[in-house]
């Protein structure tokens, strides 16, 4: 593969930055669509009929379709074009959303969710590579990619809160209605602000690469909801093995592909393979602690969703201020020791919530994650910094969607560990009253934090008092446990980020290779692949 030189850095224009602008909308909307249904479920279900299964589908094929296509949506941007795929993508995203917001049955709203998913696909991958190629100049494109992994932070805390308030006054179908008006602004200028960038020489799409990836992705991510959700079952086991076994088939097919659907060299780049391990503990870290922070809002300290939502807000503001913050750092300094630091402070973080009392309750919760998310908040940002420039400029939607999948796949994995250890110790600490010690509604209690307040609802007033007052001490115990375990593990992952990444110079003094910041190691440096030019399907 020949080098790709870079020439003059030049300095962003108005047109740039105004198309900055314009991708932070829709790869906020995807992260809002996510999560903004969480409140809206009570209503559409009553709406609509939706049974217990339906619900589960509602609410989770968005996520199990966009992280299954990012890896294929990624890569035909590089082939057709990121700003045709992105229009593409949007038109279709403002189209579904406008018919899920009038959805009548259950299955017609469960489709447009999976549809919606698919088009969301499209978004982050197409955004990430066109930022890369818009900015030239290495200190602009951090700025760049700050706001952009700040429009992402802001779509996850904003989905409830957005969904919240627009319950507040509308009907369920109007949490959708966000998306037609905001596709249509990146419909409308995406020619004028967006340049196109594509692999002149790409070839066509390899269609059972792409099963292959669907095959791999999807039983993993399932298998660690259903890890989360029920535990060591044989369904999870049996799929997350299968998941596995379909990703080796994919990495091996990869390797023998003239044109592959992802460039797996890339991973023979230690600053690229060491960025997309970090970005995958770390959110797996930050994503199981964080699955409790709404959890305790809720149950130990009582408040509505919607007041859970805006206090979640405080630690979001925290991960947006270190966002900003660590890019003028990680100019200067090596994004080991950023990413690094961030870890200990994170770590810092989650030993004040590992000292987390009932009676302590918002005050201290707020500030222990707050200092945790301002701890992981140069971690986005700078993976994104690594990772995609390091590819050939013709593969960066491929790399982007690396990234990404790293990302989600990180989440999963964190929410179905911290959540198997937190259920442990929660029934563990669980005392149940003896008037319902060994009935069905104790059983229930004893399981769950939510099952026990559940279950207080039917009980005489002191034997329910008893109950929720037991529930809300063992579910904080859980807390106190999943904090002092992700300490150690950022602790662990600081020593990492040094290990990994001690080579990869400041930002600013990248350049060359094949983006606008390459780490020193690039795919130049790797052997070629195997080419016995095996033809696509």
Same mark, same amino acid.
């Given at each position: ?21 314009? $991708? ?5 909307? /995807? ?132 969904? /919240?308030?627009?319950?507040q006054w509308f009907w369920w179908g ?105 970005? $995958? ?105 690594l990772v995609v420039p390091a590819a050939?400029?013709?593969?960066? /939607? ?52 939510d099952g026990a307040l559940f279950v ?82």
């Amino acid at each position: 593969m020949a080098t790709h030189t870079q020439g003059p850095e030049v300095k962003a224009t108005r047109r740039e930055w105004l198309g900055l602008a314009v $991708l932070g909308f829709p790869s906020m909307l /995807g992260m809002i669509d996510i999560s903004v249904l969480f409140l809206a479920l009570p209503n559409l279900t009553a709406d609509l009929d939706a049974s217990a299964s339906q619900q589960l589908w509602i609410g989770d094929i968005y996520g199990f379709l966009s992280a299954g296509f990012l890896v294929t949506m990624g890569t035909l941007g590089d082939r057709i074009g990121r700003r045709k795929l992105l229009v593409i993508g949007a038109t279709a995203f403002g189209l579904v959303s406008a018919v899920a917001a009038f959805a009548t049955t259950p299955e017609m709203l469960i489709v447009c969710r999976a549809l919606l998913g698919i088009a969301g696909a499209t978004l982050i991958p197409s955004t990430l590579a066109l930022i890369t190629q818009m900015f030239k100049n290495p200190k602009e494109m951090g700025i760049a990619i700050a706001v952009w992994a700040s429009a992402l932070t802001l779509g996850v805390a904003l989905g409830p809160v957005v969904g /919240g308030v627009l319950l507040q006054w509308f009907w369920w179908g109007s949490v959708f209605l966000i998306g037609p008006p905001v596709m249509l602004l990146v419909v409308a200028t995406a020619r004028v602000l967006l340049p196109e960038f594509k692999d002149p020489n790409a070839g066509r799409l390899d269609l059972f690469s792409v099963a292959l990836s669907l095959l791999a992705i999807l039983p993993v991510i399932y298998a660690f909801k259903e890890l989360a959700a029920h535990g060591w079952t044989a369904i999870a086991v049996v799929t997350l093995v299968g998941g596995l076994l379909f990703g080796t088939l994919f990495v091996q097919r990869q390797r023998k592909l003239a044109d592959p659907l992802l460039d797996v060299r890339l991973f023979k780049i230690k600053a690229v393979s060491g960025a997309l391990v970090l970005a $995958l503990l770390i959110g797996a870290v930050q994503g199981g602690a964080g699955f409790f922070l709404a959890q305790f809002l809720q149950v130990v300290e009582g408040r509505s969703p919607l007041s859970s939502g805006l206090w979640i807000l405080v630690p979001t503001f925290a991960l947006l201020i270190g966002i900003g913050m660590s890019q003028g750092i990680a100019q200067k300094v090596r994004p080991a020791y950023v990413v690094a630091g961030g870890a200990v402070i994170a770590a810092i973080g989650m030993t004040v919530l590992s000292q987390l009392t009932v009676a302590a309750g918002l005050a201290m919760l707020i500030v222990g994650f707050s200092i945790v998310f301002f701890g992981v908040s140069p971690v986005g940002p700078v993976v994104s910094q690594l990772v995609v420039p390091a590819a050939p400029p013709e593969k960066a /939607g491929s790399a982007s969607s690396l990234q990404t999948t790293s990302g989600d796949l990180g989440v999963a994995v964190g929410i179905a560990t911290m959540g198997s250890i937190g259920a442990a110790v929660y029934s563990r600490e669980m005392v149940v009253p003896p008037e319902i010690a060994g009935t069905p509604a104790g059983d229930a209690a004893a399981e769950t934090a939510d099952g026990a307040l559940f279950v207080a609802q039917s009980l005489p007033g002191a034997v329910g008092d008893a109950l929720v007052a037991a529930a809300r001490t063992a579910f904080t115990t859980e807390l106190n446990t999943v904090a002092a375990v992700c300490g150690v593990v950022f602790l662990g992952l600081a020593v990492l980020s040094v290990a990994t990444l001690r080579g990869v110079p400041p930002m600013a003094g990248q350049g060359g290779g094949h983006g606008h910041g390459a780490p020193a190691d690039t795919v130049e440096d790797t052997p070629a692949p195997d080419t016995e030019k095996v033809q696509p399907v």
